[in-house]
């Protein structure tokens, strides 16, 4: 039974207005936080000049400019991070909302198949081996991307090609295992620690090296998959009745499932090369909306897209803020917030998982 | 809506399930299949609505082949109960119902309020109003297998396919089901494990056993108790009810 019902046409609404308008609002006050202390004003001053700059080619005042500490911190540290942030984590919550319904299992998440491993193998060979080193200054990330995508590409051919939902977990699950084998090998043979904990860190994820044009792509992504897989709610919708109920409503899932999985693979990928692996987000964020407003897609998809952005935006202000002078991977504190708050959901329904 | 299965044959798992199959019904009927398990009956309807491409034979819908038409065509003119699951997710009744809306739904296109009118109407039908707001899988099995029947309903198809709609049923729902789907003015075709009510209820009877057609007819030629002996290896006997129906009573250690 889900938390809100009868209310539940109108409340969805009010919901998505809500986060529609915490997002910016999150945007706004986190840009205000942070170690180095300065008032709002200066902020959005800095904020302000550069907007007017952009838009309309406005003159920037020499006491805001880019090379004055205040610009630097605000326009090049703290707000391209907090952008990828939210992005990153709209993105992974509705890649993890598309995905639960495509192979049609509560358990999955954006890197069910295979994503995660197949980065972390691509940044291991591009870390011990040097591999890749080619593709320029961030070829790690590069290869981390590439990583993701064949890998989830390969799942894709090894379960068939025909969109069939348990196949694909299957090859999913052997494909993880044996690139995370392959990653775990290359790290045993390689005798120095300092490369091992640099892939490591990779797993982790960090939201540290956000810069402007690249969050942009993942801004983009994000808001384009998310109108996309809006679009196609009612078919999501009956990935959850399974193939032959969905044929004798008309749709056939094979071909679609293999289209969802090529553009989630894709925005995950981005998110991998920008952020490495951050995991829990695009588990917990879509269950927590599904408690809360029910299963329909049409509520689920832009709910995900919005609070999964917000939820990692305040989560990666906190890595920044807990321990004195350093950051916490944002994937440990994702699984430390979102687990306790997923169980406590869960709990309170007292029911199978996913209404 | 005439439906009509000419020489159908079905291979499930490379092996030959349906060895040419005939069938017909009209508007109007409520077409039995009977016979044992495993003698596909499922796989029939199956083949009928195209959720598994026969090998070979054709189905046509008035005259028309269902092979041809477009998937969204198809789930306009024939809906299937059958066994269904939502695995771990859930969704509220009127929102399972509303799903039957989809074949008749543009892309983009939200469900209005006449689509939620045709769904409350089908709860109604199937004996559900006033759960629209329930947990689909908070509901009984009989419960669920209502809901299931209502979005059938609500995707106003003039054909109607049921593969065992009484399983799970109370007796009072299961004549209520059949009471219903006599009343449409639809063509329904159902397969069916209880004799009785097949034989209280169908207008035709179409037996199988083995993946063909043992005997077809109205109930009280083909429910006779060398039929139920040969396709069933049960002794029974058959009384009519003196209006075209007739009751089995079964003979149990002989």
Same mark, same amino acid.
């Given at each position: 039974m889900r938390?809100?019902r009868s209310k539940g046409q109108m409340a969805w609404r ?20 942070? +170690? ?6 200066? %902020? ?23 090379? +004055? ?48 491993? !197949? ?14 080193? !080619? ?67 990779? +797993?982790? !994820? ?24 809006w679009s196609q709610s009612r078919s999501l919708n009956l990935m959850l009745l399974g193939?032959e109920s969905a044929l004798t409503l008309g749709v056939e899932l ?13 925005? %995950? ?24 407003f029910g299963s329909d897609h049409r509520r689920l ?36 917030? @979102? ?10 329904? @007292?029911?199978?998982?996913?209404g | 809506m005439k439906i ?21 019904a009209d508007r109007g009927e409520l ?14 309807l199956?083949?009928l609505c195209r959720v ?9 819908l008035d005259?028309?082949?269902a092979?041809?038409l477009k998937r969204r065509e198809l789930a306009r003119r024939m809906a299937l109960v059958a066994q269904h699951s939502l695995?771990?997710f859930d969704f509220s009744v009127l929102e399972m119902v509303l799903m039957g809306r989809s074949p008749h739904k543009g892309f983009l296109e939200g469900d209005r309020e006449g689509d939620r009118a045709i769904a409350r109407a089908a709860l109604v039908a199937v004996g559900l109003e006033g759960l629209e707001e329930r947990s689909f899988q908070a509901l009984s099995g009989g419960e669920q297998q209502r809901v299931i029947l209502a979005r059938a309903l609500a995707q106003q198809t003039p054909i109607l396919l049921l593969d065992?709609p009484t399983?799970h049923l109370?007796?009072?729902y299961?004549?209520k089901l059949m009471d219903l789907l006599r009343g449409l003015d639809r063509t329904v075709i159902a ?64």
């Amino acid at each position: 039974m889900r938390l809100l019902r009868s209310k539940g046409q109108m409340a969805w609404r009010w919901a998505l207005l809500g986060l529609g308008l915490a997002l910016p609002l999150s945007l706004l006050g986190a840009v205000c936080l942070g +170690t180095n202390p300065l008032s709002p004003g200066q %902020v959005y001053g800095v904020i302000v000049h550069e907007l007017g700059c952009l838009l309309f080619r406005l003159p920037i005042p020499p006491q805001w400019a880019p090379g +004055t500490a205040v610009h630097d911190v605000v326009w090049l540290i703290r707000l391209p991070r907090l952008v990828l942030a939210a992005a990153v984590g709209g993105g992974l919550s509705l890649c993890g909302a598309v995905m639960q319904a495509v192979v049609k299992n509560p358990l999955a998440d954006p890197y069910v198949l295979g994503a995660s491993s !197949g980065a972390s193998l691509g940044a291991a060979l591009a870390i011990l081996l040097g591999i890749g080193s !080619g593709l320029g200054g961030s070829f790690v990330g590069l290869m981390a991307f590439l990583g993701a995508l064949v890998a989830s590409l390969l799942v894709l051919i090894l379960s068939g090609g025909r969109g069939d939902s348990l196949r694909l977990i299957l090859s999913g699950a052997a494909l993880s295992a044996v690139c995370s084998a392959a990653s775990n090998f290359l790290i045993y043979l390689s005798d120095a620690d300092h490369a091992a904990a640099q892939v490591l860190r990779w +797993t982790m !994820g960090s939201l540290g090296a956000a810069t402007w044009p690249g969050n942009g792509a993942m801004a983009l992504a994000w808001a384009l998959a998310a109108l996309f897989f809006w679009s196609q709610s009612r078919s999501l919708n009956l990935m959850l009745l399974g193939d032959e109920s969905a044929l004798t409503l008309g749709v056939e899932l094979g071909r679609l499932r293999l289209v969802y999985l090529l553009i989630t693979a894709l925005v %995950v990928g981005l998110a991998v090369y920008q952020a490495g692996v951050i995991g829990f987000v695009g588990l917990v964020v879509p269950h927590v909306l599904r408690l809360i407003f029910g299963s329909d897609h049409r509520r689920l998809i832009p709910l995900s897209a919005l609070g999964g952005g917000i939820f990692l935006l305040w989560a990666d202000v906190l890595c920044r803020s807990v321990l004195p002078g350093r950051e916490i991977p944002v994937g440990i504190l994702t699984a430390l917030v @979102g687990a306790p708050v997923f169980l406590y959901l869960m709990a309170r329904k @007292g029911r199978a998982l996913g209404g | 809506m005439k439906i009509e299965a000419s020489a159908i044959r079905a291979a499930l798992g490379g092996r030959e399930i349906l060895h040419g199959v005939d069938l017909e019904a009209d508007r109007g009927e409520l077409v039995g299949i009977i016979g044992p398990n495993g003698s596909g009956k499922s796989t029939l309807l199956r083949c009928l609505c195209r959720v598994l491409g026969p090998t070979a034979g054709t189905v046509y819908l008035d005259g028309e082949e269902a092979g041809r038409l477009k998937r969204r065509e198809l789930a306009r003119r024939m809906a299937l109960v059958a066994q269904h699951s939502l695995g771990g997710f859930d969704f509220s009744v009127l929102e399972m119902v509303l799903m039957g809306r989809s074949p008749h739904k543009g892309f983009l296109e939200g469900d209005r309020e006449g689509d939620r009118a045709i769904a409350r109407a089908a709860l109604v039908a199937v004996g559900l109003e006033g759960l629209e707001e329930r947990s689909f899988q908070a509901l009984s099995g009989g419960e669920q297998q209502r809901v299931i029947l209502a979005r059938a309903l609500a995707q106003q198809t003039p054909i109607l396919l049921l593969d065992e709609p009484t399983n799970h049923l109370d007796i009072q729902y299961q004549l209520k089901l059949m009471d219903l789907l006599r009343g449409l003015d639809r063509t329904v075709i159902a397969a069916l494990h209880d004799l009785n009510l097949a034989g209280m209820y169908c207008t035709r009877l179409y037996v199988m056993k083995d993946g063909a057609v043992a005997d077809r007819g109205r109930p009280e030629e083909v429910l006779t108790p060398k039929l139920i002996r040969q396709v069933y290896g049960v002794e029974a006997r058959v009384e009519g009810d003196g209006a075209g129906g007739v009751y089995v009573r079964y003979c149990p250690g002989k």
